[in-house]
Nanobody
């Protein structure tokens, strides 16, 4: 069955960095676009970053220039490198196959001094 397991969240000060990882299994990884979403308290889940099976990347405007999505097809892994973090980046971050087709359990990112 499809499994997505996120890791790498935590508490970081404003301006800091974190790298999220997502381990995927149960499907042919190279066939799918992979995405990262986030959901802040009281807000709807929003799409943050996309990487297609061909390696094309897209980002929501609020993270452009600060976040980088990548994938390792040999390891069935997706990553989200987050730099220059801001308090408004605080949320639970979710890895997804496609655009919400399957979800991981999420990993909490808190940006606070």
């Amino acid at each position: 069955q499809v499994q997505l397991v996120e890791s790498g969240g935590g508490l970081v000060q404003p301006g800091g960095s974190l790298r999220l990882s997502c381990a995927a299994s149960g499907f042919i990884f190279t066939d799918y676009t992979m995405t990262w979403y986030r959901q802040a308290p009281g807000k709807e889940r929003e799409l943050v970053a996309v990487v297609t099976s061909a390696g094309v990347r897209r980002y929501t405007d609020s993270v452009k220039g600060r976040f980088t999505i990548s994938r390792d097809n040999a390891k069935n892994m997706v990553y989200l490198q987050m730099n220059t973090l801001k308090p408004e980046d605080t949320a639970v971050y979710y890895c997804s196959r496609g655009f919400g087709n399957y979800w991981g359990q999420g990993t909490q990112v808190t940006v606070s001094s």
